[in-house]
């Protein structure tokens, strides 16, 4: 299936988000319409589905099946990896221990990581200190080759879509790979189910991605489990339902900055409902070391002249510390809000910034 336009309104905004068949650009008789469908997505949507993604069904099987098996773990089992452990931010939270946009959010999660060695001493950049090793549960032991593969396939799919953007904004094929990191990051994402009595309906609060370059979302419940919303230019929450055998794409904070606003990154939220989910986000690392100069520089020519899209008064109020010039390189925006997100471990490993990140508000 190929880009549907029905998705957009006249004005130009979007009321569904597109999906793009990947095998389209496969063909040279299909691969231009493509291009110009998936152009459309980067410039007006900033989301889109891909369908025929070249994945295979097992890599995604055997995750999605060990899910519902890895949170339902005892807590001492989920405790013995929590990310209080880890300075590289990498392990267990349970729900209500994240925030977002000022909100709790209600969810559980264990983060990982391209599984590297610690290279940080003193003296060195503080934000390398989030490059580090997992932590994996000894009582699920599959976990790790289940995981391990599933990032593999995610980043060389990641590097292939990198390449049909690049084509797709009229610069080479390789445009973008320099800007990747080391470290590509995955959440395993549990959304219990709500209850009004309890707590908030506030799965993650409205947010624009900061852990990459380009994530990668399965949404791994059925279909009729719901919650995921872009916010449009008008300022609406546009529902983004799981659709079978794709995966929800869309463009992060730094992606936004080396395009000149021209590819926004778009403002989106969970709402927790009824029913429990489930969604495995990858996020496309960026270089730790990439500073706010080289990032509006290096392809300032190519975008500058076509001038940011424009987004709602709500969009454009989010949070985004490297979008807006705080700090100069992106592995301290990224070291900032990870701190900003998870307190207890930003004041344990972190509290000689611990301060001036939670009190800075951008």
């Excluded at 925030?99 to 959010?105: L, M, P």
């Excluded at 209600?106 to 610690?118: D, I, N």
């Excluded at 320099?178 to 799965?203: I, N, T, V």
Aim: with cysteine; glycine share 8%; hydrophobic share 35%.
């Amino acid at each position: 299936m190929s880009l549907s336009m029905s998705g957009l309104a006249a004005h130009g905004d979007f009321a569904a988000i597109p999906v793009l068949d990947l095998s389209l650009a496969d063909d040279g008789s299909t691969l231009p319409g493509f291009l110009r469908d998936l152009r459309t997505s980067l410039t007006q949507v900033g989301f889109l589905y891909i369908s025929n993604h070249g994945v295979p069904q097992s890599t995604i099987t055997q995750l999605t099946d060990i899910l519902p098996r890895l949170f339902s773990l005892p807590n001492a089992a989920k405790e013995d990896i929590a990310l209080e452990n880890s300075p590289h931010f990498l392990g267990y939270s349970g729900a209500g221990s994240e925030t977002t946009a000022g909100g709790v959010d209600w969810r559980e999660q264990v983060e990982f990581g391209t599984e590297l060695t610690k290279i940080w001493q003193a003296g060195s950049p503080l934000y390398e200190r989030l490059r580090g090793p997992n932590q994996w549960p000894r009582e699920l032991p599959e976990l790790q080759p289940i995981v391990h593969n599933y990032m593999q396939a995610m980043a060389k799919l990641g590097q292939r879509f990198l390449g049909l953007v690049a084509t797709a904004l009229e610069l080479p094929e390789s445009a973008f790979l320099p800007f990747l990191s080391d470290q590509h990051r995955l959440k395993l994402l549990h959304y219990p189910e709500a209850s009004e009595s309890a707590h908030s309906s506030q799965g993650v609060g409205p947010h624009k991605d900061s852990s990459g370059w380009w994530t990668f979302l399965l949404q791994a419940s059925p279909p009729e489990v719901q919650g995921l919303q872009a916010l449009n230019k008008n300022g609406e929450w546009i529902d983004i339902p799981n659709i079978p055998g794709t995966f929800v794409v869309n463009i992060g904070q730094a992606f936004e900055v080396v395009t000149h606003g021209v590819c926004k990154a778009t403002t989106h939220r969970v709402l927790s409902s009824a029913n429990e989910r489930f969604s495995v986000p990858f996020f496309q690392g960026v270089r730790r070391d990439l500073t706010k100069t080289e990032a509006l520089e290096t392809l300032a020519h190519h975008f500058r002249q076509s001038g940011p899209s424009s987004e709602s008064a709500e969009g454009h109020s989010i949070d985004s510390a490297f979008l807006k010039g705080q700090y100069d390189t992106w592995g301290e925006t990224q070291l900032r809000t990870k701190v900003r997100s998870h307190r207890k471990n930003g004041r344990k490993f972190y509290p000689e910034v611990y301060d001036k990140y939670v009190n800075d508000d951008t």
